[in-house]
């Protein structure tokens, strides 16, 4: 394990900005942190237990290009846009995203592969943080996470003098060693430090209201009964439909294609974010499969909690980040959802 | 895919001069969808016709583009043209490269690019162009006159002369209106009586005719060519079919208390009444709010000293429904209230009256069988006073902000019976301006001053004091001499300003026909349609649409049934195709369209609705009457949703337009 | 505001009991203290686990359109400043007044918890209001703030606690929190600044826009069945921003046509994830509609026509919006 | 004439209601009243038919100018059209200055079908004020750049 004391971590920054694109948690003008490009001016707060978005779109932006074509007179030409390939290192990513990106991974890189999400998560090194100060809205031990080990190139931690820095794999080694002599090896007793720090989080954790949440790993099972149950109009008759908890989401991953005509014959092809709650999500020449807010509604839960784990190994769609908890404008979230389904008796 | 043909025009030199029409036809050929591109000297010439039309049959072309003069020249034309070979009209666009090109620019390669962007557009907007089919609606051959005046009597005498069914609803008991309050009549001073009776004698004899008096409009509904209105007669307790007129009842009729409409308060009358010797019908009506009958259920005089008995207490009102094809509304006027001019004596003394007054005491009909007397004394004047513009062009929230327009004429003319009968009153007319245009007004107005030796002075009457034994001073002030003027008149003339008759509002709502901040009926062109309203159906006759006298007053009555003429003539009317038209599956039936409808066009129903989703609904949605509806589009933009668009201006259409041309 | 709560629940029982109406609108509890979430009720048994406290800003008007098309006729509790969102909905012909029983409901002003977390509470407890201060309970103790610093900003623009609607009312009205100052102090510093500072500021706030859509979908005057965003054929439909410039669209567009029909709720502030500065958008239109045509409050009644679809004949001319500048 | 002198030529939209402002755009061809060749006419039956959409639009596509014409308040061929277009349009124009996107690339001007000459000194005057601008960058939508 490496360290590097709190004032010398604009140097680090610099250093990793030398190796490509650096994005880590800033604080942006209204006091709200998020994943931004380092600058010597940003405000970096890694101190901060969740930035507001996800870092999904480093993988999977809301909008991303595909591909142009242009007819001059009548003839039509073709041009496909390429994800850059620069190097991008993403700092201060928790144990509850860095999760979100396997759970991407089971969508995007099975055949057939994404390449755009393939090529960037390739050219990407994660650097995670673990948490000191979780919120009463987290829950990711409900699947299995481990707050304080980050599932990443390089685990760091903050302590009140220093940030500790551990490589985890080949790609975080060989990073490690391109910082040479700003990380300095950290000693037994150090190690020690970094150790309590995450007894006491652990000990924060069970302290949370949510503690002792976890979701019944019989729902898959009970499928039907689940899909029929009576809880959805319950649960739904109050969602707004709007697309918060999806696009905040770090692992829903729904996308539509469109068309921009450019004009003078010019059309772009573009990807973006599609949401599950969206009115015309899915909708196909027949007609919509989804016609009222209540499929819509079950749509969503129905693929975190069962239908993706059936295609998943038992894998959740959900990484108990506890984003949704904070922002639904109307206060639903999954926790809400899924103890709803535990004390009804479908399931 | 559409086929497209484009004609490029030269209009001889006019485009061909500043245009390379052949480089605009070679640009528009490279388009996909045009199948066909060529230019020729004159498109609208039958030889130009003649390519489109063979163009047509070679190509299979489905939509026109011509690339011309404006679209107010030729539009007409290119779609009769399209017509001719099967295509329908309004699958037709032009590109206007006269007057918005070759002849505002001279750059022959500026005004060719703009040429090709201009065609480029009109391509870009045919492309969503829709087949449009103008409706048919039937017109009943009956007219509706609201208001009995001069004005509403010379429209319905011209319409029935033209062999078409009239009605008249006149609230009053009778017919005449104003006129009939009337002595004389600028400028040639002949006697109102006499040029008015004869007329309601003709309107209520016309076979073509129908009277409604003591009757209004309740309700109205439809459209132009096929209004359904609804009139309520009210009872007037005397049965007219029986009565004979003679007036015994209103003589012996023992209640006296109400003052005389028509003398306009300075008699009273009866509560059984007919208004005027020469009232038409001269048929009376009890006033139940002053009949003793009513009140007490005492009396009841009338019914026993009437020969025909034809009293009928228990009468009640009648509602009539009828078709009509056109309304024409001739509602008139009235004076201006002038209980906020008490600082001009009104109210105050009964010798500062109003015009209207001075007219019935100068009548030989009226209450003082001609003679004019003070209210007060009842002795003839020394000297009288007229204020001119009381309550006209006057800011002040008690005024009215126009020119009432008569007063400088009838000023003089009242100036002029003064002075005519009783040589040695002296009479001196206070004015801001004197405006007397019209034919022979200015010659008369000098008469009263040349040839009746009236006082015109120029200034404003600052107050008119009535001090302990009622004498009158008037305080004012002379603008050409700068001096303050100090007068002892035993009368004073206000001349008050002209208004709107207060139903007129309600009418307005009823027939979606607007008005102005003054209540004045506002036209559906100020200068090009003055006769009709923005309702189609609806027209305009006399006061009710702005000041005027009894010239101008009977020739728009003439000219608006003319209108009407043209309208009744008509066996069917095409409705414009280009309408809004509502989908329904988007449409909310907020009902905010509605509001900016100027022709209540849009009304509201529950249907059936099949919603984008699929799912099916029972919904409020927007039905827009395409007989009403003139295509201006305000609900289009009102509608939050874009559910309602317009047919040949479509939001579609006019964004392939903005596309094109930047 | 206890008191409110159990009259409440009784009210909200007795009128499904006897079959006054068939759903309740009201909140319930959600998984912590302060996230308490819009809920129907549509069974007098249920109705113990209506909660009201300081934490329920959800204003529950638009949930009438549920109601309403279902031809089930609701009790809805309604803070005064929900009232004006009721009709609206009225005045755009999307609820039936026979289908609604309005309750007029007290308030005091809610509590923004994250102004609470941000002053310095860790390990929240339990939130309390006590006139105007804010009794903290924290696993480390009790700690008292200045209740108005602790408002949401919705509550700061408190419009009084007048009911504009309300076929009864429950208890007695409270004192709300008094607003000081010009309401409009936000936009006029906003229209004081040189259009690059302008644009600067507005492409900073409106960057943040990630399209959810949650301002749309809360909003009381946002009630087309078919947006204009969410249209397949309109020119405006889009799920995100392809380029800065659909930003701008969305928000203009979204303000215009709310334009006359805000109530200026602030539930649309309140609920954007993204934290952008909605109100500034649709309190610059209520302000130009009061100094171009002429006072008008939104939802004060359910008649007066929106000055959009109304007219004077001498209405300022269209140049008067940037008069000063261009010196028309 | 300016917009002459000028290498830059801005591009403008102009919207014409179909009574008067298109009319008095032909009064100006009758009359050979020269305007910019890039001011390009959209007829519309009423002014009030212009959505704000429409101007965005223009904007989007790259316009630097947009301008609304229609006939004479009080003078509109469906009597009330101009006077919802002038408040629709004075909030549009108050929002797109607010925002300082364009709150001096869009003007409504009222031309009656007699003012043929007028229409043309409007158009070269909006020209003028446009060329001065320089081009619209802020509220253009940069896919569409020519």
Same mark, same amino acid.
């Given at each position: ?5 709190k ?12 190796q ?20 010597v ?5 890694l ?6 978005r ?5 993988f ?16 039509l ?11 991008v ?125 976890k ?50 014959g010019?059309?772009e092809?573009f ?59 109307v ?17 | ?22 480089a ?7 388009i ?20 489109i ?5 070679d ?19 290119f779609?009769?043209?399209?017509e ?33 962007k ?44 033209? %062999?078409?069914?009239v ?11 104003r ?7 600028f ?18 004899q ?12 309740e ?31 209103t003589?012996?009729?023992p ?12 008699k ?78 009104w109210?105050?003394?009964k ?23 003070c ?36 000023n ?43 006082h ?22 002379d ?50 349609r ?27 009555? %003439? ?10 003539a008509?066996e069917?009317?095409?409705t ?29 129903? %529950? ?11 029972q ?44 | ?24 609108l ?26 009201y ?9 638009k ?9 089930l ?18 005045k ?47 696993a ?7 209740k ?5 900003d ?31 102090a ?57 380029d ?7 928000h ?14 602030g ?22 509609i ?33 008069a ?5 | ?12 939209v ?51 100018g ?6 004479h308040?009080g ?13 629709r ?50 509220l ?7």
């Amino acid at each position: 394990m490496y360290k590097i004391s709190k004032e010398n971590l604009p140097k680090l920054y610099t250093a990793l900005a030398q190796q490509g694109r650096l994005l880590l948690p800033c604080q942006n003008k209204d006091g709200k942190t998020d994943f931004a490009d380092y600058t010597v001016t940003a405000k970096v707060n890694l101190a901060a237990t969740l930035t507001a978005r996800s870092a999904k779109d480093v993988f999977f932006p809301q909008v991303e290009n595909l591909l142009k074509f242009s007819a001059q007179g009548k003839k039509l030409s073709l041009e496909q846009i390429l994800p850059s390939s620069e190097t991008v290192i993403v700092m201060g990513v928790r144990a509850c995203d860095a999760r979100s990106f396997k759970i991407l991974d089971r969508v995007f890189l099975k055949e057939p592969v994404d390449s755009y999400y393939q090529a960037r998560r390739e050219n990407t090194l994660l650097i995670g943080l673990g948490c000191t100060a979780p919120e009463e809205t987290c829950f990711c031990h409900a699947f299995g996470i481990d707050a304080d080990k980050p599932e990443t190139d390089v685990q760091t931690w903050l302590t009140e003098d220093s940030l500790y820095w551990l490589p985890v794999t080949k790609k975080g080694e060989a990073l490690s060693e391109k910082l040479g002599a700003l990380l300095e090896l950290a000693d037994e007793t150090e190690q020690k430090k970094v150790e309590e720090q995450a007894a006491v989080t652990k000990k924060i954790l069970n302290l949370l209201p949510l503690h002792d949440f976890k979701i019944n790993d019989k729902l898959p099972a009970n499928e039907l009964k689940v899909f029929n149950s009576k809880v959805w109009e319950k649960l739904s008759s109050s969602c707004l439909s709007c697309c918060t908890c999806t696009y905040i989401c770090p692992t829903c991953h729904c996308y539509d294609i469109r068309d921009y005509q450019a004009g003078e014959g010019k059309t772009e092809r573009f990807r973006c974010w599609d949401s599950c709650m969206a009115g015309d999500f899915t909708k196909m020449a027949h007609g919509n499969p989804r016609k009222t807010r209540l499929e819509r509604f079950r749509q969503r839960y129905m693929h975190k909690l069962v239908y993706f784990p059936e295609n998943n190994d038992g894998v959740y769609a959900c990484v108990g980040c506890g984003r949704c908890l904070q922002k639904c404008p109307v206060n639903l979230n999954i926790v809400k959802v899924a103890k709803a389904l535990e004390v009804s008796e479908d399931v | 895919m559409q086929k497209i043909g484009v004609f490029v025009c030269w209009c001889g030199s006019n485009i061909a001069g500043t245009v390379d029409v052949a480089a605009v036809a070679e640009a528009v050929r490279q388009i996909p969808d045009v199948a066909f591109a060529t230019d020729y000297k004159y498109m609208c010439s039958e030889q130009g016709q003649a390519i489109i039309r063979q163009a047509v049959k070679d190509y299979q072309l489905d939509r026109i583009v011509v690339c011309s003069c404006s679209p107010r020249m030729h539009e007409a034309t290119f779609r009769k043209c399209a017509e001719s070979v099967g295509i329908n009209p309004y699958m037709v666009e032009i590109a206007n490269i006269r007057e918005q090109c070759s002849w505002v620019l001279k750059d022959k390669a500026e005004a060719t690019a703009k040429a090709i962007k201009l065609a480029k557009a009109a391509i870009a907007k045919v492309r969503f162009n829709t087949p449009l089919h103008a409706g048919k609606s039937n017109v009943v051959k009956r007219a509706l006159v609201i208001g009995g005046g001069i004005a509403g009597i010379q429209t319905a005498l011209d319409i029935a002369e033209a %062999g078409y069914k009239v009605d008249i609803v006149e609230k009053e008991p009778t017919i005449g209106g104003r006129m009939a309050q009337l002595d004389k009549t600028f400028p040639t001073l002949d006697c109102s009586a006499c040029i008015l009776t004869p007329k309601m004698v003709d309107a209520a004899q016309h076979e073509n005719i129908t009277l409604y008096t003591y009757s209004e409009v309740e309700k109205v509904s439809g459209f132009v060519g096929n209004f359904d209105v609804t009139i309520r007669k009210k009872a007037r307790s005397v049965k007219a079919d029986m009565c004979s007129g003679c007036g015994l009842c209103t003589e012996k009729c023992p209640s006296r208390k109400t003052p005389s409409e028509f003398d306009m308060g300075l008699k009273n009358r009866g509560a059984i009444y007919i208004p005027f010797a020469q009232a038409i019908p001269k048929v009376p009506v009890i006033d139940r709010d002053a009949c003793l009958k009513f009140k007490t259920g005492k009396c009841g005089i009338c019914s026993m000293v009437c020969p025909c008995e034809a009293i009928d207490y228990t009468q009640q009102d009648e509602l009539v429904t009828e078709k009509y094809g056109a309304i024409v509304l001739a509602t008139g006027f009235e004076l201006l209230p002038l209980d906020k001019f008490a600082d001009l004596g009104w109210g105050v003394s009964k010798d500062v009256i109003s015009s209207l007054q001075l007219e019935r005491l100068t009548n030989a009909a009226g209450p003082t069988e001609g003679h004019l007397v003070c209210p007060s004394s009842g002795k003839e004047p020394k000297s009288v006073v007229i204020v001119s513009c009381v309550g006209s062009r006057d800011t002040t929230e008690r005024g009215k902000t126009y020119c009432s327009k008569i007063c400088c004429m009838y000023n003089a003319k009242h100036a002029m019976y003064i002075r005519e009968k009783y040589p040695n009153v002296d009479v001196t007319v206070f004015y801001i301006d004197v405006r007397t245009p019209g034919k022979g007004f200015d010659e008369f107005q000098r008469r009263a001053v040349e040839e009746y030796g009236v006082h015109y002075v120029r200034g404003q009457v600052g107050k008119v004091v009535v001090d302990g034994d009622g004498k009158l001073t008037v305080f004012a002030s002379d603008l050409n001499s700068g001096r303050h003027l100090m007068l002892f008149p035993d009368l004073v003339v206000l001349a008050a300003a002209v208004k709107p008759a207060p139903d007129a509002r309600k009418l307005a709502t009823m027939l979606t026909a607007s008005i102005d901040n003054d209540d004045f009926y506002v036209e559906a062109h100020p200068k090009l349609r003055p006769v009709e309203s923005p309702t189609a159906g609806v027209f305009l006759s006399g006061m009710c649409q702005g000041p005027k006298d009894i010239p101008e007053t009977v020739s728009q009555a %003439g000219a608006a049934a003319a209108k009407v003429i043209g309208l009744l003539a008509k066996e069917h009317l095409a409705t414009n195709p280009c309408t809004a038209m509502c989908q329904e599956n988007i449409c909310s039936g907020c009902k905010t369209c509605a509001h900016v409808c100027p022709y209540g066009a849009i009304t509201y129903a %529950g249907k059936q609705i099949i919603t984008l989703a699929g799912t099916r609904e029972q919904r409020t949605v927007a039905v827009v009457n395409e007989a009403l509806c003139q295509g201006c589009g305000a609900c289009t933009v009102a509608c939050p949703s874009t559910a309602m668009d317009l047919k040949g201006f479509t939001n579609k259409q006019i964004l392939a337009e903005v596309d094109a041309l930047c | 505001m206890r008191k409110i709560e159990k009259l409440m629940r009784e009210k909200a029982a007795e009128l499904l009991a006897d079959g006054a109406v068939d759903r309740v609108l009201a909140w319930r509890r959600g998984e912590f203290f302060y996230d308490n979430a819009p809920a129907f009720f549509a069974d007098a048994k249920e109705c113990e686990q209506i909660v009201y406290d300081e934490f329920c800003p959800a204003n529950l008007c638009k949930y009438l359109l549920q109601t309403s098309s279902k031809g089930l006729k609701a009790a809805v509790f309604l803070k005064p400043c929900d009232t004006y969102g009721v009709n609206q909905l009225l005045k755009d012909n999307r609820i039936k007044r026979e289908l609604v029983h309005a309750v007029g409901t007290p308030c005091s002003g809610m509590l923004d918890i994250k102004k609470i977390k941000t002053a310095g509470a860790k390990g929240i407890i339990k939130v309390e209001a006590a006139g105007d201060e804010v009794i903290v309970t924290t696993a480390l103790g009790e700690i008292k703030l200045p209740k108005a610093e602790l408002l949401l900003d919705k509550c700061r623009m408190c419009k009084g606690n007048e009911y504009k609607i309300a076929d009864e009312e429950l208890g007695e009205k409270l004192p709300t929190p008094v607003f000081v100052g010009d309401k409009f102090a936000a936009v006029k510093a906003i229209e004081a600044m040189p259009p690059e500072e302008k644009f600067a500021f507005w492409q900073q706030e409106l960057s943040k826009c990630i399209r959810c859509n949650a301002c749309r979908d809360i909003c009381p005057a946002c009630t087309c069945e078919q947006c204009i965003f969410d249209h397949p054929e309109s020119p405006v439909a889009g799920k995100a921003y392809a380029d800065p410039v659909e930003e701008q669209f969305f928000h203009i567009i979204r303000a215009y046509h709310v334009a006359g029909r805000c109530v200026g709720c602030g539930e649309c502030a309140r609920v954007c994830p993204q934290g952008v500065k909605l109100g500034l958008l649709n309190m610059k239109f209520m302000k130009d509609i009061n100094t171009f045509f002429g006072p008008y409050q939104a939802g004060a009644d359910a008649v007066t026509p929106a000055p959009q679809v109304d007219y004077k004949q001498n209405d300022y001319e269209v140049s008067i919006a940037v008069a000063g500048k261009r010196g028309k | 004439m300016l917009e002459q002198n000028n290498t830059y030529q801005p591009k403008i939209v102009a919207f014409c209601c179909n009574w008067c402002s298109y009319a008095g755009a032909d009064g100006a061809g009758t009359a050979r009243k020269h305007y910019p060749a890039n001011i390009k006419i959209i007829k519309v039956p009423c002014s009030c038919r212009v959505n704000p959409l429409f101007i965005l639009r223009a904007f989007a596509r790259g316009a630097d100018g947009v301008i609304l014409c229609g006939c004479h308040p009080g003078d509109c061929h469906y009597t009330t059209g101009n006077y919802f277009t002038r408040r629709r349009m004075t909030l549009l124009l108050s929002m797109l200055d607010y925002l300082g996107v364009a709150g001096d690339r869009f003007r409504v001007e009222w031309v009656s079908a007699a003012e043929g000459a007028r229409f043309a000194e409007v158009m070269n005057n909006f020209a003028a004020h446009i060329a001065a601008l320089g081009k619209n960058v802020k509220l253009r939508d940069l896919r569409c750049a020519k």
